[in-house]
C-alpha cells in the first residue's frame, strides 16, 4: 500500500538555526512530492512540490526539499528559521502513474521555534 | 485570483444527525478533491471529482457519506447520519487538471456531540 511516514512528530528549533524534517514514502512507482504548511485554524498553503527532473527543488519561504530516489526520501530543509516558521508540516505523495491522483500524507510535524 | 471557497467553518451537530458541507473551487479547476483531517493526522482523502464525474472514491464510507459535482463547478458533501468518530476537519482542494498542483480551501471544522 502507498505511505509517507514522517518520523518526527515534535521538532524544536532555535530562531536562526538551521532546519530538517525527513519525509521517506513508499509507493510503487516514484510519486509526485509535496511539502504542505498548515497553521494553527488554517488550510494547508504549497510550500514546494517535485514532479520531476532536477532532484533539489526550491519553494516559498527559504524552503528546499531534495529528492532521493535510493533512499526513498524527500526531505525539507531551511539554512536559517524564523519564529514565523512554527506551524505543522505535512509531506505528501501523489500517483504518477496516470491514475486517481489523491495525495497520500504523512502524519505531519510540529515546529517549534524556540527565541 | 480566489482561493478555494468552503462553508460553513465551523458545524457542530449531535450524533445521527445530518449535515452538509458546500465547496467552490478556483475558477477553471477541474479537478475537486475532498479530505478528512482527524486531529493529530494528515489529510485522508475520501473523494476526487474531474468535472463532474468521480475519478476516486475508494475511501469514502459510503453508507453514510455522499458528494455531488453536478455542473462540474461547486460540490457538497453530506454526511448522514453522522457518527461521533466523524468530528474533524473536512478540506475541500482544486486543481487545474491531472495531475497538477492541488490548493486547499481553509476547511470546515466538524463537530459531532
Known amino acids: 500500500a502507498q505511505s509517507v511516514t514522517q518520523p518526527d512528530i515534535h521538532i524544536t528549533v532555535s530562531e536562526g538555526a538551521s532546519l530538517e524534517l525527513r519525509c521517506n514514502y513508499s509507493?510503487?512507482?516514484?510519486?509526485?512530492l509535496f511539502w504542505y504548511v498548515q497553521s494553527p485554524g488554517q488550510g494547508l498553503q504549497l510550500l514546494l512540490k517535485?514532479?520531476?527532473?532536477?532532484?533539489l527543488v526550491q519553494g516559498i519561504k527559504g524552503f528546499e526539499a531534495e529528492f532521493k530516489r535510493s533512499q526513498s526520501s524527500f526531505n525539507l530543509r531551511k539554512p536559517s528559521v524564523h519564529w514565523s516558521d512554527a506551524a505543522e508540516y505535512f509531506c505528501?505523495?501523489?500517483?504518477?502513474?496516470?491514475?486517481?491522483?489523491?495525495?497520500?500524507f504523512g502524519k505531519g510535524t510540529h515546529l517549534i521555534i524556540q527565541p | 485570483e480566489a482561493g478555494v471557497a468552503q462553508s460553513p467553518r465551523y458545524k457542530i451537530i449531535e450524533k445521527r444527525q445530518s449535515v452538509a458541507f458546500w465547496c467552490n473551487p478556483i475558477?477553471?479547476?477541474?479537478?475537486l478533491y475532498w479530505y478528512q483531517q482527524i486531529l493529530g493526522q494528515g489529510p485522508k482523502l475520501l473523494i476526487q471529482?474531474?468535472?463532474?464525474?468521480?475519478?476516486?472514491d475508494s475511501q469514502l464510507p459510503k453508507d453514510r457519506f455522499s458528494a455531488e459535482r453536478l455542473k462540474g463547478v461547486d460540490s457538497t458533501l453530506k454526511i448522514q447520519p453522522a457518527k461521533l468518530e466523524d468530528s474533524a476537519v473536512y478540506l475541500c482542494?482544486?486543481?487545474?487538471?491531472?495531475?497538477?498542483?492541488?490548493?486547499f480551501g481553509p476547511g470546515t471544522r466538524l463537530l459531532v456531540l
Open positions: 482542494a482544486s486543481s487545474l487538471d491531472r495531475p497538477e498542483t492541488q490548493y
Open positions: 509507493y510503487g512507482a516514484t510519486p509526485y
Open positions: 517535485y514532479f520531476s527532473g532536477d532532484t
Open positions: 505528501a505523495a501523489g500517483d504518477s502513474g496516470g491514475g486517481a491522483d489523491g495525495l497520500t
Open positions: 475558477s477553471g479547476h477541474a479537478t
Open positions: 471529482f474531474q468535472n463532474n464525474g468521480v475519478v476516486d
